[in-house]
Structures are given as structure tokens and as C-alpha cells.
């Protein structure tokens, strides 16, 4: 007996016993199957609540989210980069709810019972489930950074979920003066998006070298080395000479105080930054309801099960996305997406009776580091006991000296754009 086919016997085992507890539960509704709440309409829980629909449109699926649209992270480097504008990264839910029939709660949920398997919400609703999804993404955590709290967001922006952080940012980089310095201060691991830093100084630096060429870029990471990393250094050197100065943990590049009353950054050992725009991407853990409905571990990311994602502190819920353990997988949209596919098809098959198929899943994450310039990272993963691995030989990286590189860098921007396009159209749109 694998270990896939035992897990899969207690999922079905714990789902039908959730079916007949949820007959007490607090919401009712039309006759269905079964039913599944969904928190969080972004790249995993609004796949997810898709899915679901699609795998088998006898189940009742409730989404909770609070917003009406959904801005996505992937494509706000482009913003600030002037590229693009916030309305080609903002999607509705219309085709959710209307064609695909999802039930859209425009509220927060704030408590899950996973006793009486209830969600409730801030506005005082509840809902009761069979399967309960949770992919919240992320929050900051404020007060990691010495004095980064939420005002100080205000003079120094994170930008690291996307809204009226990333037009803040902006508006900032469009109002500095030619000559001023722009410092990023990025994360340790893990953290939301690990080339997300990277691929937005390479859209920063983009803009200052049309608009503001005597300014510089201060990049002062947590970190010694980073993903894609020969790939996005190559193209600074060619694209950007002289304007990134790239600071690694090895060179105190670690800031550990922020002061936005007088614009500085203070380092680890001392050293103080004084810029003209500062976009402090602090340390991060799971949304909140993740944690507050005890999901989540002492570093405050939530373990699941390799298999099925269900969590490893309560039966019936299963935490995809940014907010989950997923070993080898990164923190992305492309791979939230992708466990969310393959969870609302074990859901469903699990309903239905079925044996779920040995869950495959895959990433990959384009960067530009120029408007013409992309590089790429793919992977497919597996789960096994230990959690979710790689496949070794399954991925790779774009080749730092490909034959034609112009014409190899060129292709891969068009794919970037390839892949927004299409997964955010498979997610939000028809
Ligand atoms: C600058 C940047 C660039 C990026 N570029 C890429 C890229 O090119 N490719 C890629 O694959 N990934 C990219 N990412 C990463 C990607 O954005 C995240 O990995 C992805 O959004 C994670 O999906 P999620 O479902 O976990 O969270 P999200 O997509 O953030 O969705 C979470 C949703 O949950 C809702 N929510 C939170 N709490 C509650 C609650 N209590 N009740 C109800 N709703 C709630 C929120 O409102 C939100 O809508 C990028 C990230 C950044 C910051």
C-alpha cells in the first residue's frame, strides 16, 4: 500500500464524516453535494473555488473575499516600471459568479470552528462546510523591522501586495528628482515571490534610465545569494551599468531599523541610508486568519500534508497558496494555482467516492529584467513523505550564453506576458 492511497482512504473517510456534521451546521442552502468555503479570492482560492465548479458542479462552493476585484502582485513591477497601468492587473469575479456559479461573499472572514466546521465572518455571517480552503497569501509583519509599522508603510511602501501600495510607489519614483537614490530592503527566506525583489529592481532601474539617469539603485538584501541570480546580474550589466549596487547580508546589506521622518535605513551593523525613495519589502508570514484559526506553526507559515494539503493541525481544511509549507515549491500565483487545481480535484473526487490521482504539480516564474529582456525558472514537483520535492531534470533555468541571446531574451518577455495573460484568464476570466 503507498502512501498516497492511504492518505487518500482517510480523506474520503474524514469528508463523509464532515458531510453528515455539517447537517447542524449554521447556513443553509440549497441541496447540495456537498459544500466547500473557499477564504481568499486570489491565485489560489479563486482556482480553487473555479475548480471546484468545474470538477463538479454539484458542489456548493462559497468564496469569502472582501474585494470586488483583485489586483494581481504579478504585473505591479510593470506599474512601477511604467509598463503597464493598474487596470491591466485588475480582474473582476463576474465570470466566477455568473458563468461558473460560485458563491461570492464580499467579507472578511475573522474565525474558522473547526469543531462545528463553521466560517464566520466580520460582517456577522456564517457558513458551514464539508471542506473549508484557506489561501489568505501573506501579511507583513509589522514591528520586524524596527519601526516599519503601518504608517511608516506610508512614507515608505512595501508594495508587496498589490493596490494602493503599488500606485504609492509609483508616485513616488515618478516625483524623486533625477540624482536621488531608490534602496530596496528585501527579506530573508522564504518570503512572498523569491525573484519578486529582483525583477522589480530591474524595472526601477528600467525607469530611471529613460526618465532620472543620474540616479542610483540600492538594493540591501537579507540575503547573500538569490533566485535567478547570474541571470539578473548579467542583464544589469548589460542594461543597467553603473546604476545598481546590489548590498548582500555578507556586506551588511541586512536594514534592521527604518526612520521615515528622515527617510533612512538603518543596517545591521550600523550603517545609515538616507534616500529619496525607500520600498521596504519586510519579513512576512501567513494571512491572519491562517494563524488566528490555528493553522499555522511557531514561524508562522502553515504545515500540511505533502498529498492532499490539508492541514497538519485540523482535519477537513486544506491551506494553499503563499500561506502553506509546500517544501520545494515556491511562494508564487503560478504555484498556488497549481495546488489549487490539483486540491479541487482531490476535493472532488473525495466526494464523489473517487481515488485521487497522485498529485504532479508545476512553477514557473518569468521575470523581465528588461521590457525586451525575460529570464525564466521551471519546475515540476512531486509529494512524497518527506513533503513536496522537485523532479531533478523535470525544470531548469534560461542558459546565461544561449546562441541568439537577443532574440532568446526577447522570446522569453513575450512568454512572461504569454503566461499572465493566460493564467489570469484560466483563474478570473471565462
Ligand atoms: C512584486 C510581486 C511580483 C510577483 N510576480 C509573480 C509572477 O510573476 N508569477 C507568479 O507566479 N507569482 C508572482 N508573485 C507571487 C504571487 O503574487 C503570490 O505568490 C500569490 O498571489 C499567492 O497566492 P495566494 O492565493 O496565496 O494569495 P493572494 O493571491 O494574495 O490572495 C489572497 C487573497 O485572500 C484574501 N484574504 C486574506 N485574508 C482574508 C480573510 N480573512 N477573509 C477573506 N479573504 C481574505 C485577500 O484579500 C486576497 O485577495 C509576485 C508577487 C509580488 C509581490
Redesign the pocket.
Known amino acids: 500500500m503507498t502512501r498516497i492511497s492511504i492518505s487518500r482512504r482517510g480523506f474520503t473517510g474524514s469528508l463523509l464524516a464532515a458531510t453528515a456534521l455539517s447537517a447542524c451546521a449554521v447556513q443553509s442552502e440549497a441541496p447540495a453535494k456537498a459544500r466547500v468555503v473557499v477564504?481568499?479570492?486570489?491565485?489560489?482560492?479563486a482556482t480553487a473555488a473555479k475548480f471546484l465548479r468545474l470538477e463538479d458542479p454539484g458542489i456548493s462552493v462559497t468564496l469569502?473575499?472582501?474585494?470586488s476585484e483583485?489586483q494581481?502582485?504579478?504585473g505591479?513591477?510593470y506599474v512601477l516600471g511604467g509598463l503597464k497601468r493598474m487596470s491591466d492587473i485588475t480582474h473582476t469575479y463576474a465570470a466566477m459568479t455568473g458563468r461558473h456559479g460560485v458563491r461570492h461573499v464580499r467579507d472578511?472572514?475573522?474565525a474558522v470552528d473547526p469543531v462545528t466546521r463553521t466560517v464566520r465572518t466580520a460582517g456577522g455571517q456564517s457558513f458551514g462546510y464539508d471542506r473549508l480552503v484557506v489561501?489568505?497569501?501573506?501579511d507583513i509583519r509589522w514591528g520586524a523591522i524596527n519601526g516599519y509599522d503601518e504608517a511608516a508603510s506610508l512614507r515608505m511602501p512595501h508594495s508587496?501586495?498589490a493596490g494602493p501600495q503599488t500606485v504609492l510607489l509609483r508616485q513616488q519614483l515618478e516625483a524623486m528628482p533625477d540624482g536621488g537614490v531608490v534602496a530596496l530592503s528585501i527579506p530573508a527566506n522564504p518570503f512572498?515571490?523569491p525573484p519578486?525583489p529582483y525583477?522589480?529592481i530591474s524595472m526601477i532601474a528600467n525607469y530611471l534610465k529613460t526618465t532620472k539617469p543620474r540616479s542610483k539603485i540600492l538594493a540591501l538584501d537579507s540575503k547573500d545569494a538569490f533566485s535567478k541570480q547570474p541571470l539578473f546580474q548579467d542583464g544589469w550589466a548589460a542594461l543597467y551599468p553603473g546604476l545598481i549596487e546590489w548590498v548582500p547580508l555578507g556586506k551588511d546589506g541586512k536594514i534592521v531599523e527604518v526612520v521615515p521622518g528622515e527617510m533612512t535605513l538603518v543596517s545591521e551593523f550600523g550603517q545609515k541610508h538616507k534616500v529619496a525613495v525607500a520600498n521596504v519589502i519586510p519579513p512576512q508570514f501567513a494571512?491572519?486568519?491562517a494563524r488566528d484559526a490555528g493553522l499555522a506553526n511557531e514561524q508562522g507559515w502553515c504545515p500540511v500534508d505533502p498529498f492532499t494539503f490539508e492541514s497538519q493541525r485540523h482535519k477537513a481544511i486544506h491551506v494553499?497558496?503563499?500561506?502553506s509549507i509546500a517544501g520545494a515549491m515556491p511562494?508564487?500565483?503560478?504555484?498556488?494555482s497549481s495546488q489549487a487545481k490539483f486540491v479541487a480535484r482531490a476535493i472532488a473526487a473525495s466526494i464523489n467516492g473517487q481515488p485521487a490521482e497522485a498529485p504532479v504539480y508545476a512553477n514557473t516564474?518569468?521575470?523581465l529584467v528588461g521590457p525586451d529582456y525575460g529570464i525564466s525558472v521551471a519546475d515540476i514537483y512531486r509529494s512524497t513523505a518527506q513533503g513536496i520535492v522537485a523532479v531533478q531534470g523535470a525544470g531548469g533555468v534560461s542558459p546565461r550564453t544561449p546562441p541568439d541571446a537577443p532574440a532568446h531574451r526577447h522570446l522569453e518577455a513575450v512568454y512572461t506576458h504569454g503566461w499572465y495573460a493566460s493564467a489570469t484568464r484560466e483563474i478570473w476570466g471565462s
Open positions: 477564504i481568499g479570492g486570489g491565485f489560489g482560492g469569502i473575499e472582501p474585494k483583485f494581481t502582485c504579478p505591479s513591477n472578511m472572514a475573522v489561501s489568505p497569501g501573506i508587496w501586495q512572498r515571490c519578486g525583477e522589480r494571512g491572519k486568519i494553499i497558496g503563499d500561506a511562494k508564487s500565483g503560478f504555484a498556488a516564474c518569468y521575470s
